[in-house]
């Protein structure tokens, strides 16, 4: 396949409410879309990257420059692309995964589309649909947190995400339990806002029954989890931490987690995302599909990797009107607190012209 141009679009879609985490609090999402026209029509995807170096090191004006000025033109000038080859021919440039990862998506959407094949077919589905649970961001209150948790379950959602940090841990988290009972899938986030001081303070968290406890410390401290893992009986999840195959090859024998959170955007794509599935499978760990408050383009794909075996817990694949009142696709609709996985050929979704219209603030051509 021969790529002939890339097309970059940056949309602005409002959230339904702010969304807050230990680290950061959000409005809106700012996407950056690509679109790669080929010899054999189109592919698009999302980049989950944020507007600034926040929560990843990765930022929207920073991957821009990096696809137009290499990755667009490394890829333009290799013979035979394919959607497999993507991570080879980029491999000299360093980091940049999601830039890396949204690229290859979209040449994985084209090349699919042309052979009239799903994603979720491609990556190796079992089911049609999957069990999906909610994040639940730092509300106000307790009692604002109850009602979001009790509108969620009201919805459907298989599984509550509590977002913490420290201040904001024991306390909702135990509500939370109160309210709803012992029956409840619950988990919590700390976006890595603890540091290996706090261990007793976490340990308080293991008598509330949480199916985890996601990133509590810094992303490179595999050590500091390892340290953490032994002595809570809390599950420790990864998610920050999980940046490629190698890295959660490296967790997994250091018993720095015995759940995996996988965001394709951040391991470098799906291909790398489905790698690490794997890997997950062979040591009996189970895995779980993380969001980054996709549109409709970058759900679909979650939704498909979520179709594989070892996700074997619900994923942050949340209904599209969990963040948005429009999306820039079709929306995801939960039916008994689950998602259709697409069939249609590549992400089997496509963005609706009119809408994306209407929400694109910046667009670039590379030819
Ligand atoms: O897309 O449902 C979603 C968001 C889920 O909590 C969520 N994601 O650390 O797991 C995480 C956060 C990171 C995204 S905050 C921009
Ligand atoms: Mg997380």
């Known amino acids: 396949m021969k790529i002939e141009t890339v097309e970059l679009r940056v949309v602005r879609l409002p959230l339904v409410t702010p969304f807050r985490t230990s680290q950061a609090s959000q409005d809106e999402r700012v ?9 054999e029509g189109e592919g698009w995807a999302d980049c989950p990257v944020d507007p600034g170096p926040f929560y990843e090191p990765e930022f929207l004006s920073g991957a821009r420059a990096v696809m137009a000025e290499y990755l667009v033109p490394m890829l333009m000038a290799a013979p035979g692309l394919t959607a497999a080859r993507v991570q080879a021919v980029l491999a000299p440039v360093k980091g940049h995964q999601m830039a890396k990862a949204a690229l ?18 491609y990556l190796g589905a079992v089911k049609d649909r999957v069990p999906v649970g909610v994040s639940v961001g730092i509300p106000g209150s ?9 509108g969620y379950l009201d919805q459907g959602y298989r599984r509550i995400k509590l977002k913490i940090e420290p201040g904001w841990d024991i306390e909702p988290v135990r509500a939370v339990r109160q309210r709803f009972g012992p029956d409840l899938a619950l988990q919590a ?16 968290l293991d008598q509330f029954g949480l199916l985890l406890l996601e990133q509590p410390l810094a992303a490179d401290d595999l050590l500091g989890h390892a340290d953490l893992a032994r002595l809570l009986t809390t599950p420790v999840c990864l998610d920050e931490s999980i940046t490629s195959p190698r890295v959660a090859a490296a967790a ?6 015995s759940v995996v959170n996988i965001k394709p955007a951040r391991v470098g794509g799906y291909l790398a995302a489905r790698a690490i599935h794997d890997l997950c499978a062979a040591h009996g760990v189970p895995v779980w599909c993380g969001g980054m408050i996709e549109t409709g383009l970058g759900r679909a794909a979650n939704v498909a ?8 817990l619900p994923g942050d694949t949340s209904a599209s009107d969990r963040f948005y009142r429009t999306d820039i696709t079709e929306p995801f609709v939960l039916e008994a607190g689950r998602l259709p996985v697409p069939a249609g050929p590549g992400l089997g979704v496509t963005p609706i012209p009119e809408r994306l219209a209407e929400v694109t603030t910046a667009k670039s051509w590379l030819t």
């Open 31 to 39: 996407a950056l879309l690509v679109c790669v026209h080929t010899g």
């Open 252 to 257: 997994l024998r250091l018993g720095a987690c």
């Open 189 to 204: 986030d700390a976006n890595t806002a603890y540091t290996p001081a706090s261990a007793r303070r976490l340990r308080a």
């Open 142 to 150: 307790l009692a604002e947190l109850i009602g979001q948790v009790e």
């Open 104 to 121: 290859e998506t979209a040449v994985l959407d084209a090349e699919l589309r042309a052979r009239q094949m799903s994603f979720a077919q």
């Open 305 to 312: 990797l979520a179709s594989l075996p070892g996700f074997t």
